[in-house]
């Protein structure tokens, strides 16, 4: 086993593929001053704004692009992540002036908390009963008759 550590190969002024990517809890911590969302708005395209994510990625950027396109006040919204080693992404909203982009995303952010409530409400359910099923199949398993083994037949 190679006993040789990262934090030697940088002392040793050595470079390493790790040197590129930054710690795990970098991803998702917060630093000092740095804000979740920040809004700008778009001077090119009325009612439009680009809001910047930080410390997320794919996985929301498409969630809440999607649900944004569910509403017939959206005529835009799509997202692109700047680079794959940073942890944010820019989504741009339109709007058709009936709602700011500011509050649609809000909208949408509570119908998507909604959902997925719905969506862990179902699942634990689903989880629950099963487990009662597998409780309830596993006990009439274990239940043999008198003079006969684990194979269901006479010993």
């Not at 959206?74 to 997202?79: D, L, M, N, R």
């Not at 009936?98 to 809000?106: E, F, H, M, N, Y």
């Not at 179902?122 to 309830?136: P, Q, S």
Request: a negative charge.
């Amino acid at each position: 086993m190679n006993t040789h550590s990262f934090a030697n190969s940088r002392r040793e002024g050595k470079a390493s593929t790790e040197d590129n990517v930054a710690p795990r809890f970098e991803l998702f911590i917060l630093g000092d001053g740095e804000r979740k969302v920040t809004e700008e708005a778009d001077t090119r395209i009325p009612s439009s704004s680009i809001f910047t994510f930080n410390k997320e990625d794919h996985t929301l950027g498409n969630m809440i692009r999607s649900r944004l396109l569910q509403y017939p006040f959206v005529q835009f919204s799509g997202y692109k992540v700047p680079h794959p080693l940073e942890a944010k992404f820019i989504l741009r909203i339109q709007t058709d002036g009936s709602v700011t982009p500011r509050a649609a995303l809000i909208q949408t952010c509570r119908d998507l908390v909604h959902d997925l409530a719905l969506l862990n409400q179902e699942f634990t359910k689903e989880w629950e009963l099963r487990k009662m099923v597998g409780d309830a199949s596993s006990g009439a398993a274990n239940t043999n008759t008198a003079g006969e083994g684990p194979s269901g037949g006479a010993e």
